[in-house]
């Protein structure tokens, strides 16, 4: 069986271990950079690195990596977790992967794939305001989601427990805006130059 994807103006098939592979190595660069950056509270790379799968494997391959990156952080997390956050924040999470592959989808159907690096276009920016954007409406979407879930689960009304979290929840959302802005077109270019030059090999 082969899975079929367009990238650009080229057609580039995709067998299964050749997907499965991208997820593994994308899931371990969660978890590994979670783990480098646990001292920065809701500071993080992976929503950026999930999206980025989604955008450009497509939201089923987005949301696995965003699932297996909770299952692992979630459970060996040394502040600890309940299984109903684990489960919100695997949903919560995938929640990067599935927008990321609409965004990416709709962009091979409008342009070119990847987005223009060159600094001297107004595309670039314009394509970097929309990264950021996608990512803190993402972060936002999951906060609230999350926030929802874990009221419930601790018997916590909703106003009080996004009140007694508003702060880090700020900081969740100015900083993926952040790291999507400057670094979502960087890191779809760089994956999209490795992938292209294995398939010319």
């Known amino acids: 069986m082969i899975i079929g994807d367009n ?5 580039i098939s995709f067998l299964p271990t050749r997907t499965v592979s991208f997820i593994g190595v994308m899931t371990a660069l969660c978890i590994s950079t979670n783990y480098l950056m646990i001292g920065l509270v ?4 992976m929503d950026l690195l999930v999206f980025v799968s989604g955008y450009i494997m497509g939201a089923s391959v987005g949301a696995s990596v965003g699932v297996l990156t909770w299952l ?7 502040f600890g977790f309940n299984i109903p956050t684990l489960i919100a ?9 599935i927008i990321g592959g609409l965004l990416g989808k709709s962009q091979r ?5 990847p987005p223009s690096m060159s600094l001297t276009e107004k595309s670039f920016w314009k394509t970097n305001i929309k990264f950021g954007i996608a990512g803190f409406i ?10 929802l879930i874990t009221s419930l689960v601790f018997d916590i009304p909703l106003i009080l427990y996004i009140a007694m979290g508003i702060v880090f929840t700020t ?17 779809v270019n760089a994956i999209m130059k490795i992938m292209l030059r294995e398939v010319k090999d």
Not at 7 to 11: A, P, T, V
Not at 181 to 186: A, P, Q, T, V
């Open 7 to 11: 990238i650009g103006d080229k057609n």
């Open 42 to 45: 809701n500071v993080k790379l």
């Open 138 to 147: 993402s972060t936002f979407t999951y906060d609230m989601f999350t926030n």
């Open 171 to 187: 900081i969740h959302e100015i900083s993926n805006f952040l790291f999507f802005f400057f670094g979502c077109n960087i890191l």
């Open 72 to 78: 692992v952080y979630g459970t060996l997390n040394p």
């Open 109 to 113: 159907k409008k342009s070119s794939f």
């Open 89 to 97: 924040t695997c949903v919560g999470e995938s929640f990067y992967g």
